[in-house]
């Protein structure tokens, strides 16, 4: 599986926009974009995930870019319960394969 | 989605003893899993538990260690052998409902402690 990298802590404002970045340059073709949260003491929580197409659901927008080495998770309107470790992972489809977890980063909601 | 309960939530165990996990989904899964989180990390994958046969087990981990059955696609166990201090994580278990589908999903972990 490519290998991600992300910061490994952010802040944000609550109400404002949280932007997660991911790097993946060795993504391969087939490989999806994956984001989880994990809020302290409680498993990781699906989040999103894509492509190369944009998503967007009730939680987040994924923003993959053209060339698919790098994409953001945007959170629209951050609130203190947003505050946890967010995981970007990529992996290629198929039920043989499972989520492997990279540090994450710890985004932190301030008030 | 998937509801995954998991027993005992936490614990604190003695050196040397050994703990089972206990899994539940409330739905049939085509994969099971489990994975360790140790204090300040990030998850990794112990094994995959398979139904009906022996778990596949990641490099670093054995079956002599983490014990793992999986009698059908709703209910599986994890079990620390004889534990020491370093075995004190959360073990979480996690599922994936299809094939097709690459949303999994997580419990809410054992957290164990051990003296």
């Known amino acids: 599986d490519a290998k991600t990298t992300q910061p490994p802590s952010m802040d944000c404002a609550e109400g404002r926009a949280a932007n997660l970045p991911c790097n993946h340059s060795?993504?391969?073709?087939?490989?999806?974009v994956y984001w989880y949260r994990q809020i302290h003491s409680q498993g990781p929580q699906y989040i999103i995930h894509?492509?190369?197409n944009n998503e967007t659901n009730e939680m987040a927008s994924l923003i993959i870019t053209e060339d698919r080495k790098s994409s953001t998770l945007i959170l629209p309107h951050a609130t203190l319960r947003d505050t946890a470790v967010y995981y970007c992972?990529?992996?290629?489809?198929?039920?043989?394969?499972?989520?492997?977890f990279g540090s994450g980063t710890q985004l932190t909601v301030l008030p | 989605s998937a509801v995954i309960s998991q027993k005992p939530s936490r614990d604190i165990c003695q050196r040397g003893t050994s703990l089972t996990i206990q899994c539940q989904v409330d739905s049939q899964v085509t994969m099971m899993f489990w994975y360790r989180q140790q204090p300040g990390q990030s998850l990794t994958l112990i094994a995959t538990?398979?139904?009906?046969?022996?778990?596949?087990?990641e490099s670093g981990f054995v079956i002599d260690k983490f014990p793992i059955s999986r009698p059908n696609l709703t209910f599986s166990t994890l079990t620390v052998s004889n534990m020491s201090p370093e075995d004190s994580s959360i073990y979480l278990c996690?599922?994936?409902?299809?094939?097709?589908?690459?949303?999994?999903?997580f419990g809410p972990g054992t957290r164990l402690t051990v003296l």
């Open positions: 992972i990529v992996r290629p489809p198929g039920s043989a394969r499972q989520l492997t």
């Open positions: 996690s599922v994936k409902l299809a094939d097709w589908w690459g949303e999994q999903f």
């Open positions: 538990a398979n139904q009906g046969s022996e778990a596949t087990y």
């Open positions: 060795t993504i391969s073709g087939n490989e999806y």
């Open positions: 894509g492509l190369k």
